[in-house]
């Protein structure tokens, strides 16, 4: 959802009253409107990204674990619910130490995760995202999944 506005003087130059046309795929459409204005008031709610922030800490420190047991370099970065996968011995702080990252592991990892049917990021590069659908039984369901995809 989104707003354009401005200056009396130029906005009467866009569209109905002036020549300036402006669209988009959804503008204007009611059902659009109401999913955002529903978006909005669901991580207005108190909190909301304070569990966003546990579960991803949940799932990183998962990760972490399960990597950990099975003796494969590994480390996580996480903020929020943003959060990065790096199999190395420690997380990149920026772009040249993404080189000490084993990307042939990452990708690997990645088809075997897509296989189980989860979804990452498809790069090493990429940060993922925990929604707030990501309950218990979904972190452990990915962590399952992890565990097999790193111990194979």
Do not use: W
Request: with cysteine; net charge negative; hydrophobic share 45%.
């Amino acid at each position: 959802m989104g707003a354009v506005g401005g200056r009396r003087d130029i906005m009467e130059h866009i569209a109905p009253q002036g020549p300036v046309y402006q669209a988009g795929t959804l503008s204007g459409n009611p059902l659009a409107m109401a999913a955002g204005s529903a978006m909005m008031d669901i991580i207005s709610e108190p909190g909301f990204y304070d569990h966003l922030s546990v579960q991803a800490k949940k799932l990183t420190d998962g990760l972490q674990r399960v990597a950990d047991n099975a003796g494969v370099p590994f480390a996580t970065r996480q903020q929020g619910g943003m959060f990065g996968l790096f199999f190395a011995a420690k997380a990149a702080d920026n772009f040249d130490q993404l080189d000490n990252c084993d990307l042939n592991h990452f990708k690997r990892f990645f088809h075997a995760m897509l296989k189980a049917g989860v979804y990452l990021a498809p790069s090493a590069y990429e940060a993922g995202f925990i929604s707030s659908q990501h309950d218990d039984a979904i972190i452990e369901k990915t962590l399952t999944a992890a565990e097999n995809a790193i111990t194979a």
